[in-house]
Nanobody, 120 residues
Framework: QVQLVESGGGLVQAGGSLRLSCAAS????????MAWYRQAPGKQRELVAT??????NYADSMKGRFTTSRANARNTVNLQMNSLQPEDTAVYYC???????????????WGQGTQVTVSS
């Protein structure tokens, strides 16, 4: 069993910052790619950032504002969000490729999401 739990969402004013965290737990052998997605009302889910073996990638609208990092000791990934704008308002989801210890097989797992609201 593998669980991902996001935290750190909330309400901020435009120009403010917020730091999201995603903690993976359960019967984990190893974790590969981790990613952040977001979904705004009426829009499809979009990729925000990925981190794999220390290499990060970002959607164009997030470059220079968002930073993702991995803390392997706690199976945690963070998303530092700066210069937030109302357009960033969405539910943010954590995703991870996890190799389950009991079966030694890989699977993709999702967190429940955390709400980020940016006011003007």
């Amino acid at each position: 069993q593998v669980q991902l739990v996001e935290s750190g969402g909330g309400l901020v004013q435009a120009g403010g910052s917020l730091r999201l965290s995603c903690a993976a737990s359960g019967n984990i052998f190893s974790i590969g790619r981790m990613a952040w997605y977001r979904q705004a009302p009426g829009k499809q889910r979009e990729l925000v950032a990925t981190i794999t073996n220390g290499v990060t990638n970002y959607a164009d609208s997030m470059k220079g504002r968002f930073t993702t990092s991995r803390a392997n000791a706690r199976n945690t990934v963070n998303l530092q969000m700066n210069s937030l704008q109302p357009e960033d308002t969405a539910v943010y989801y954590c995703n991870a490729d996890v190799r389950v210890a009991t079966t030694m097989t890989w699977g993709s797992y999702w967190g429940q999401g955390t709400q980020v609201t940016v006011s003007s």
